[in-house]
């Protein structure tokens, strides 16, 4: 006879066995580091967990940085409530879609400045956490020189972490992180019921 899978012991036996996986996966994780994390796909989220983490790591008291490119035409929930926040140095530097801008010049120069903030907080080792919200989007449309951002995101402080958010992440920018998150879309309430961007969920 087939055990029933949810009985009592079958569950017991299952997580004993989980448990030893999960306990032998952390004391084989011996090392700290700063991590690159690459949050992209064409799912909803990205910016999301991005500030989600934000959030974690000033409640551990740590500093933050945050640069949004392509952003910045109109406001957010995020910059309202992390903006004025202790530990938090917030900079929004896009000049919004660039399907609306319509200026690959424009676009160019404001990518451009927000690389030579972002840059600045990732050789500071007061900046714990750093926020480049968007980033994908000015490097699929070359705004910024790939192989600089690179060099810049993988000589910063050893202890820093990074997170990159946006659509179309770089091959070259998945080889280098730490940890990648592709999110996938299911159902959109835009995109597929013509349901206006809402605040608290996509403003």
Do not use: C
């Not at 010049?105 to 990732?122: F, G, Q, R």
């Not at 989007?137 to 070359?142: F, G, N, P, V």
């Not at 998945?174 to 403003?203: C, N, P, S, W, Y």
């Amino acid at each position: 006879m087939k055990p029933d899978p949810k009985s009592p012991e079958r569950h017991a036996w299952r997580m004993e066995k989980k448990q030893q996986i999960m306990r032998e996966r952390i004391a084989n994780a011996d090392k700290d580091q700063g991590i690159l994390l690459v949050l992209t796909g064409s799912g909803k989220g990205k910016s999301s967990s991005g500030f989600g983490m934000l959030a974690r790591a000033l409640g551990h008291g740590m500093k933050v940085g945050v640069v949004q490119f392509i952003k910045g035409a109109f406001s957010t929930g995020e910059e309202a409530f992390f903006r004025n926040l202790p530990n938090v140095d917030y900079h929004v530097m896009g000049e919004g879609y660039t399907w609306d801008t319509q200026d690959r010049e424009k676009d160019v120069a404001a990518a451009s400045a927000a690389w030579n903030i972002a840059k600045k907080m990732l050789q500071d080792d007061s900046y714990h956490m750093v926020l480049l919200d968007e980033l994908n989007i000015a490097l699929r449309y070359e705004y910024l020189n790939l192989d600089t951002v690179l060099d810049d995101l993988q000589n910063r402080p050893v202890m820093q972490h990074a997170i990159v958010t946006g659509r179309y992440a770089p091959k070259e920018l998945i080889e280098l992180a730490d940890t990648v998150t592709e999110m996938k879309v299911v159902k959109h309430a835009f995109k597929d019921l013509g349901v206006r961007a809402q605040k608290g969920v996509e403003l």
